[in-house]
């Protein structure tokens, strides 16, 4: 995948972290377990996840796992770490093909990821594979800079996205500090029952 | 003219909010706020109206209530609702595994620091129980309050967040 299609990163503005580059799942060199996700009110979804190595087999093994499992959830476009009952700062995005996606990164994985700048704050509809019943509205930011290390190389990465997938990437990162949706609803009639999932 | 707080609470169908308005606008009864929802499917209306007498409109709103599968209560109020508190707007969220005493217990945290719930929704999807609640604090108390929810969630084995209250407006 080209760096174009990728969307825009930070590389060109001289910064010291890159954008993913070429970076693809195969390069995890291993094909990932589908693990079963866990639903609130589990434990695991409340507590802060801790930082990893991200070069270690524990978290290459967990990175694979994490996108096998989202590649079989219908309607998924992320999961973190917490989601399969691991208290680790390691999440998987893919929101390509999405229709509200305008700067799509394809498929990835970012360990101990943070947010750098966020902007443009926008209220939106969130659902999560981890509360499977309800949805809610949530005020998220539309320009988003992410930094972290991608699994395996330990690369560090800094991500600028907007619009789906900043919400995807604001979403798993509060996972991975034992934060779901709903611990940032809007209001007391921001919770809606899921019709439908996907 | 006086002021009237009505509940309608039943069985759902299709046209109770339509009978209601009919009985009201015949009587000329009108209708100011009002809030109407499903509760796990039961029908759940609440309004304020400015009308007829009390008796009056409860008696017309008996045979809407007369299968037994509706409950009608009418009871004049003092009209004061407007007032502005003056306090600092706050969302409250809770969520965690479905216990007697969650919404009594944080609510009543909220209390003790002069906070007002001024709005309320609470879910139950399967094990999970979510409280969002509205709240208006005296100002200056929400960090105070903030570390007392914190602890009374601790106890209850439940998860809480207080946040400033969006305050945009398009």
């Known amino acids: 995948m080209s760096g174009e299609t990728r969307g825009p990163d930070a590389a060109s503005a001289g910064e010291e972290y890159a954008g993913l580059g070429d970076w693809t799942p195969e390069a995890l060199g291993l094909p990932g377990e589908v693990r079963p996700v866990v639903s609130a009110p589990h434990p695991a979804l409340s507590r802060a996840g801790a930082a990893v190595d991200p070069t270690s087999a524990e978290t290459v093994r967990l ?13 998924c476009v992320g999961l973190a770490a917490p989601q399969v009952g691991v208290g680790a700062q390691v999440f998987a995005v893919e929101v390509t093909g999405h229709p509200k996606a305008v700067t799509v990164h394809g498929t990835f994985v970012l360990c101990n990821a943070r947010v750098v700048e966020a902007t443009r704050w926008k209220a939106g509809r969130e659902g999560c594979m981890s509360v499977p019943d309800l949805t809610g509205d949530v005020k998220r930011a539309s320009r988003l800079v992410v930094a972290g290390k991608l699994p395996g190389t330990g690369a560090p990465v800094r991500l600028v996205t907007d619009g789906f997938e900043a919400r995807a990437l604001q979403h798993e990162i509060d996972h991975c500090s034992g934060l779901l949706f709903l611990d940032r609803v809007a209001g007391a009639h921001a919770v809606y029952q899921r019709k439908v999932y996907l | 003219m006086n002021e009237l707080a009505i509940t309608v609470i039943g069985r759902d169908r299709p046209g109770i909010v339509a009978d209601v308005a009919e009985v009201l606008a015949r009587l000329g009864a009108n209708l100011t706020d009002s809030t109407m929802t499903r509760l796990r499917g039961h029908f759940a209306m609440t309004l304020i109206c400015v009308g007829p007498a009390a008796a009056e ?64 929704s609470t879910r139950l999807a399967g094990s999970l129980y979510v409280v969002v609640a509205e709240v208006d604090l005296p100002p200056g108390t929400a960090d105070e309050l903030a570390g007392r929810l914190d602890r009374a969630a601790a106890d209850l084995g439940v998860e809480v967040s207080l946040r400033p209250a969006d305050p945009d407006l398009l």
């Not at chain 2, 008996?62 to 707007?89: K, N, S």
């Not at chain 2, 595994?97 to 719930?117: E, L, Q």
């Open chain 1, 63 to 75: 990175a694979a796992d994490l996108i096998a499992t989202m590649r079989v959830s219908p309607g």
């Open chain 2, 57 to 120: 409109v409860e008696a017309a709103l008996a045979p809407l209530a007369a299968d037994g599968q509706l409950l009608a209560t009418v009871r004049a109020v003092t009209p004061d609702g407007g007032a502005a508190t003056g306090g600092e707007p706050y969302v409250m969220a809770v969520h965690g595994a479905d216990r007697m005493g969650i919404v009594a217990a944080m609510t009543r945290v909220v209390t003790g620091v002069g906070g007002n719930v001024t709005d309320l």
